[in-house]
């Protein structure tokens, strides 16, 4: 019977439910569901249509929202801060939004996404947030169109300031003056996970899972090419399936980009550069109707309402509307359609990967290698890595991860012993894996952790953290291969830095070289975090290593130790690295 009742209750146009909402439990999630069930949000992008500088355009550029087929409005306040002209700005949209039948969210700027928010002492950070969510309320009691309020960037990047503890009163203070109001924060994939539902979960009306492909599609779809349509649609449909599981019984809105600027999250056009119209409107549609299958509902950012992308949506959400096509109709296993995907590897050469992301050479050798890339978790993680045999079909292994089980460097030494390119970066190992118990009297992270010291051991250095510096300058040290044309031998060259870029692209940690050859080291600069940014202090700390070679039986042991890849500090020379890595591998 509660299937049934679901079932019709998915069929049935969004309306909003008579009675208010009760303020906590799961017959606040129904109430929610039934209430954001089918939403269609434009947020922000007012391109023709730019009312905070003309009013008189207001009334218009909600019409057009809703000529296009969407229900809802999403306003962000201009300047970050949500102060009296902000919310006098977004009653004019609630109001002007009623008028032709539209919903209106609000979104709320978190610290990381604002220095001044940031910068605030805690108490009055903390006050900010509590005032502006019973002042959303306040408004919303009084207009029952503003249904929700979200936060942009909600997790990973905040998760010290929204503490369970600070949500429960965010939660308290807002329902207690409109318990109809919903909470729904802006989330990415990996920081939606079940302890988070289970710590925040009942002070979340809903998410707004943002998709751009964050689950290293590499790891579960081989030969994963982000220029593939079909690939990508593929991914999309993962993500959101195990999200689905994650978050259950909440309201999931997929938010998606409709490209605005050159790497855009997206399908990539074949050079990667700028996309044309029809690129966009074709990755768009295929975005809109992958959320239609899996999802309560879609956010959609970028570009403005009278673009193609747009127009090109509207019979869609036409059709879905006339013929009572719900959201959200599909469920299941997140790789149940992947199958098709599977390839048995031949003898290769092919270029191996171990990631968990793509940054520094796990960006940069995967684009500029001929031989097919292959992503090895899973081979890792399942038992199934053969080192010997792996260093004949991958001459090349590159790994990149902060989480490793304790035996993974054992395996990575043999394939280096057994005569491979074993190529570290980014902290490989210093962050140990969450399901491996320390031994009695090891740390389980850090500078001491097993697998820290394993992969020191195998790259022949004494690896520390901290205090990580700011690079300002670097040398070649030693004449070899992978030297070839990076400049003469002792000569300091100027870091790739350049005034206004983020200083936390050239970091690098003070590890020391034991048995390693150093062939490019690096001068630090005193950089401390101070709560927002790292903040140059003018003072060098030191030398340390940045590239350092160890051979290891018959095969190398490579590793840097830029923070995120050494590329904004190398300039034009980071390429002319990586293909000295690749001739040494004998793809060149």
Same mark, same amino acid.
């Given at each position: ?55 008189? *355009? ?55 996404? =604002? ?216 469920? &299941?296993?997140?790789?149940? =359609? ?23 050479? &796990? ?95 195998? *790259? ?99 590793? =840097? ?28």
């Amino acid at each position: 019977m509660r299937a049934l009742l679901l079932t019709g209750l998915l069929l049935l146009p969004a309306l909003a439910p008579a009675e208010d909402a009760p303020l906590s439990g799961p017959e606040r999630l129904a109430w929610m569901r039934a209430r954001l069930q089918g939403t269609v949000a434009k947020f922000e992008f007012t391109q023709g249509y730019d009312f905070r500088k003309q009013s008189d *355009s207001l009334p218009a550029f909600m019409a057009a929202i809703k000529a296009r087929g969407f229900t809802a409005w999403d306003q962000m306040a201009i300047g970050h801060v949500w102060d009296d002209a902000a919310f006098a700005s977004l009653e004019a949209s609630i109001v002007a939004a009623e008028e032709v039948g539209l919903d209106v969210w609000a979104t709320l700027t978190p610290p990381s996404g =604002h220095e001044e928010i940031a910068r605030w002492p805690l108490e009055e950070r903390r006050e900010y947030y509590f005032r502006t969510v019973e002042r959303f309320a306040t408004l919303a009691a009084e207009h029952p169109n503003f249904v929700a309020f979200g936060c942009d960037d909600f997790l990973p990047y905040n998760r010290n300031f929204f503490t369970p503890e600070m949500l429960a009163e965010m939660a308290r203070r807002w329902r207690a003056i409109c318990p109809n109001l919903a909470f729904v924060p802006l989330l990415y994939y990996g920081s939606i996970t079940p302890e988070l539902m289970a710590e925040c979960g009942e002070y979340l009306d809903g998410i707004v899972f943002h998709f751009r492909a964050n689950s290293y599609p590499p790891e579960y779809l081989p030969g994963y090419d982000p220029k593939n349509f079909e690939m990508y649609r593929d991914v999309m449909r993962y993500e959101l399936k195990r999200v689905r599981q994650i978050v259950g019984e909440h309201p999931l809105i997929c938010g998606i980009y409709v490209w605005y600027y050159q790497g855009g999250w997206g399908v990539l056009t074949p050079d990667e550069q700028n996309p044309s119209e029809e690129h966009i409107v074709r990755d768009a549609v295929q975005k809109l109707q992958i959320a239609h299958d899996f999802a309560d509902g879609i956010r959609v950012y970028g570009l403005g309402i009278d673009h193609a992308a747009y127009q090109a949506m509207t019979p869609l959400l036409a059709q879905w509307r006339e013929q009572g096509e719900a959201w959200g109709l599909q469920r &299941g296993d997140p790789e149940s =359609h992947l199958g098709r995907w599977q390839q048995a590897l031949g003898d290769g050469p092919y270029l191996g990967t171990l990631l968990t992301l793509e940054r520094g050479l &796990g960006y940069s050798l995967p684009r500029a290698c001929p031989w097919p890339r292959v992503e090895l978790g899973r081979s890792f993680e399942r038992g199934e890595f053969d080192p010997e045999g792996a260093a004949r079909r991958f001459p090349l292994l590159v790994v990149s991860r902060t989480q490793m089980p304790r035996e993974w460097p054992e395996l990575l030494r043999r394939y280096a012993e057994a005569g491979g390119i074993l190529v570290l970066e980014a902290v490989p190992g210093w962050v140990t894996d969450a399901g491996v118990r320390a031994l009695e009297g090891e740390e389980e992270r850090g500078d001491t952790a097993p697998t820290t010291l394993a992969l020191a051991d195998l *790259s022949g250095i004494t690896f520390r953290y901290e205090p990580r510096g700011f690079v300002t300058g670097w040398r070649v040290t030693a004449d070899h291969p992978l030297t070839a044309g990076l400049g003469e031998v002792a000569a300091w060259q100027a870091s790739g830095w350049q005034e206004g870029d983020s200083t936390y692209t050239c970091l690098a940690h003070p590890v020391q070289a034991t048995d390693a050859t150093v062939l490019l080291e690096a001068e630090h600069e005193v950089c401390p975090y101070d709560g927002v940014a790292y903040v140059r202090r003018g003072e060098i700390a030191g030398v340390h290593p940045l590239l350092t070679v160890r051979p290891v039986g018959q095969g190398l042991v490579v590793r =840097h130790y830029a923070q995120n890849g050494a590329g904004p500090i190398m300039g034009e020379t980071w390429d002319t690295l990586v293909h000295n890595l690749l001739r040494l591998a004998g793809s060149e």
